[in-house]
């Protein structure tokens, strides 16, 4: 699908068939994981707000009973790059413990926020806890953490769309492309 705002991308990196494909995948490795472990539901948790498109079409992809959840964390400003530490801003309200879980997030770039995630998770005694990322940055990990679940491994660019911001924007591109590097800190965006 061509979009308005394809001009402020540099290219596109993975177009909303090959996400779709690669969901529908991934929603069957993951229901088959959990029918194997013997479970009849997981909860899935979302990183927001990057991961709530990815997690909207996975969590329809997964056969099986599903409840959701979110977390909000915080580690990007207007930024291209991790200004602080992540931080959470709003904790999740379903009560995890004994149950299987399974975090999404958009994108693996350092794994800071999945990792700092896990071990707040892991603190509430979930049966299991798993991790599932749409998007992994090539040669960009510097905690060695690398995801259960990887939708696609891209090079080290800043990627927007199909809920991957800058500034808020271009989340609503049903596509995943590479911001124009000039596009990437307009003074005018708050
Ligand atoms: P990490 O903690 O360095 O792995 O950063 C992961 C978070 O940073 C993700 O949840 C994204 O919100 C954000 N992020 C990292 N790389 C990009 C990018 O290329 N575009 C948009 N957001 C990004
Ligand atoms: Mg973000």
Not at 5 to 17: A, F, G, K, R
Not at 152 to 167: Q, R, T
Request: charged share 25%; glycine share 6%.
């Amino acid at each position: 699908m061509i979009t308005s705002l394809d001009s402020d991308l540099d290219h596109i990196l993975v177009t909303q068939e090959e996400i779709q494909k690669r969901i529908a995948q991934l929603g069957e490795d993951i229901t088959e994981h959990y029918r194997g472990l013997g479970a009849e539901e997981v909860t899935l948790i979302c990183i927001t707000n990057g991961a709530i498109v990815f997690g909207a079409d996975i969590l329809r992809a997964i056969d099986m009973y599903v409840r959701l959840d979110c977390v909000r964390v915080s580690s990007y400003q207007k930024e291209d790059h991790p200004v602080t530490e992540p931080q959470i801003i709003d904790q999740i309200r379903l009560d995890i413990e004994s149950r299987h879980v399974l975090l999404i997030d958009d994108i693996l770039d350092t794994g800071k926020t999945l990792q700092k995630i896990v071990n707040i998770l892991g603190e509430f005694n979930p049966l299991s806890l798993h991790t599932c990322v749409l998007l992994q940055k090539k040669g960009r990990i510097q905690t060695n953490y690398q995801a259960d679940y990887t939708g696609f491994h891209i090079p080290n660019e800043f990627v927007v769309g199909y809920g991957l911001d800058f500034a808020e924007r271009y989340r609503n591109l049903p596509h995943i492309g590479v911001l124009r590097p000039e596009l990437q800190n307009p003074p005018e965006w708050q």
